[in-house]
């Protein structure tokens, strides 16, 4: 009984090894997510992030500072005060793309749990001297990257 338990038991450990094996193979051929030299801003009570994004833009304003429209995805209806908050950088991004947060204050009341549509506008005028090169609208399921176009002229 005792060497019966004994086989089963480095039975047990090889498998657990090539098991390993496997995951580490995956692991080494799947390229590292590319990390944030950001960090979030604080958000307000009832703050949090929108479900999803869609499309968006970025153009510079009169004033030098940005012009920033996303459309995305709300968890439910009745989302309001939808804006963007500006992730906080030690140093200025070498790629010149800055991620901003895309929020809005949840509902009062509870409702049906059924994705809907939001529309997202707001200045940013944080930087006026051409540093900005993209702006990486950053929301709880994907992320959107748009480069910054040029404003009307005048």
Same mark, same amino acid.
């Given at each position: 009984?005792?060497?019966?338990?004994?086989?089963?038991?480095?039975?047990? @450990?090889?498998?657990?090894?090539? @098991?390993? &094996? &496997?995951?580490? *193979?995956?692991?080494?051929?799947?390229?590292?997510?590319?990390?944030?030299? !950001?960090? $979030? !801003?604080?958000?307000?009570? %009832?703050? *949090?992030?929108?479900?999803?994004?869609?499309?968006? /833009?970025? *153009?510079? /304003?009169?004033?030098?500072?940005?012009?920033?429209?996303?459309?995305?995805? +709300?968890?439910?209806?009745? #989302?309001?005060? +939808? +804006?963007?908050?500006?992730?906080?950088?030690?140093?200025?991004?070498?790629? %010149?793309?800055? *991620?901003?947060?895309?929020?809005?204050?949840?509902?009062?009341?509870?409702?049906?749990?059924? $994705?809907? $549509?939001?529309?997202?506008?707001?200045? #940013? %005028?944080?930087?006026?001297?051409?540093?900005?090169?993209?702006?990486?609208?950053?929301?709880?399921?994907?992320?959107?990257?748009?480069?910054?176009?040029?404003?009307?002229?005048?």
């Amino acid at each position: 009984m005792r060497g019966v338990l004994l086989a089963a038991g480095i039975l047990a @450990c090889l498998s657990l090894t090539a @098991c390993q &094996g &496997g995951s580490q *193979e995956a692991q080494a051929t799947a390229p590292p997510p590319k990390k944030s030299l !950001a960090r $979030p !801003a604080q958000m307000y009570a %009832g703050q *949090e992030q929108i479900l999803s994004v869609q499309s968006g /833009s970025a *153009e510079v /304003s009169h004033a030098g500072g940005l012009n920033l429209k996303a459309t995305g995805m +709300a968890p439910s209806a009745g #989302w309001t005060d +939808a +804006a963007f908050l500006p992730r906080i950088y030690a140093a200025s991004p070498p790629d %010149g793309i800055y *991620e901003v947060d895309v929020i809005a204050s949840q509902p009062t009341q509870p409702g049906a749990q059924v $994705p809907t $549509p939001i529309d997202v506008s707001g200045y #940013w %005028g944080r930087y006026t001297d051409g540093r900005v090169k993209g702006v990486k609208f950053m929301t709880k399921t994907n992320e959107l990257t748009v480069m910054v176009q040029p404003g009307p002229a005048g």
